[in-house]
């Protein structure tokens, strides 16, 4: 079978790999079908985001069919449609017991498509408790986006949003943009959406939330939304990591900065407004408290316009082609603007 290899920061290799077989009586092989490109799988390519143990199979947002079970499995059978949870946790060290299996203690060598081979691969060994049941309605495409949508839940359930006429708005209309905007506008909140890349911004116009307003600039949007240069927001959701300062600088009191860019730099913010101010920085990621399942649910639903967010498929054969088109161009190692429309880009594993 073929499998994506991480051999270190911009070295990645498509190649043949042993077919898996069940080791536990709660293991599951899957034949994955499709599988999403993450900022994650991005950001080890490379190295904004040094996590990955090289050797490793990239990937982790996928959907695929029930190819092998284990002699224990007793909600799944053979050829059974399903989605893939790739967040472990053990339940029993501190992490897991406080509220926080996200960051699992015993996640090293078991975390998928970073120390645990991932879904970019012909086939996946999960464990029976980390797959759902993919209904017909459902295309494996859309199903895909479970993972990312559930890690946007996450973050929005940190927010604890108790009024929904404030001020919000969301840096970044990537995947990841987009499913928080569509996230918090489940939850009542309309936010306002800043994207600087005009392709980007293209794309999202077409699959936004009903009256959601999108602009190139956080500044000119203030100016827009609220007539004044003055005027403060309650709520920012920071996907891309470069604006959390300035956003810091527009907070009203009591206003919520979340940042969720996986970027290896440092911002300055003022420690003094934070208490005088009452202003919270809140950082996210993975999924916690059900949010995989609420996430599906949704999906499941029609809740979200989760096909329209797709907008390439690639041939795993084609990964350097699909990489680049979200900026990642690993054959000349560099990144690089985005150059045409676009938003979750997928790459088909399965050939049939």
Known sequence: MKALKFNGVWDTSLIEVPSLQCIDSDDVIVAIEVCGICGTDVGIITGDYPVAIPGTTLGHESTGRVLKIGSGVTQFKVGDRVVINPTYSC???????????NHCE??????????????????????????????????????????????????????????????????????????????????????FLVEKNEFRNQFAKEVLPEGTRVYTDFEDAMR??????????????????????????????????????????TANLDVLKIADKSLSVIGSIDSLNNSFERAYEIIRDGKIPANKLVSHTFDLNNY???????????????QQPITEPNCKVLLRIATH
Not at 92 to 100: A, F, I
Not at 225 to 248: A, H, N
């Open 106 to 191: 015993r996640k090293l060598g078991t975390e998928a498509g970073v120390s645990y081979n991932g879904t970019f691969a012909d086939q996946y060994r999960a464990k029976e408790g980390s797959l759902l049941h993919l209904d017909d309605h459902v295309s494996f495409e859309e199903g895909a986006l479970t993972e990312p949508l559930s890690c946007t839940i996450t973050g929005v359930d940190k927010l604890n949003i108790t009024h929904t006429n404030i001020r919000a708005c969301v840096i970044g209309a990537g995947p990841m943009g987009m499913l928080y905007l569509w996230s918090l506008y489940l939850r009542g909140v309309k936010a």
């Open 91 to 101: 339940g029993e060290c501190r992490m897991c017991q406080t509220g926080s299996p």
């Open 320 to 334: 350097p082609q699909a990489f680049a088109s979200v900026g990642c161009n690993i054959a000349e190692k560099k």
């Open 224 to 265: 827009e939304e609220y007539g004044s240069d003055d005027e403060k927001l309650d709520l920012c959701v920071d996907t891309t990591g470069y604006l959390s300062e300035i956003v810091f600088k527009r907070l009203a009191p009591g206003g919520k900065l979340l940042n969720v860019a996986l970027k290896d730099f």
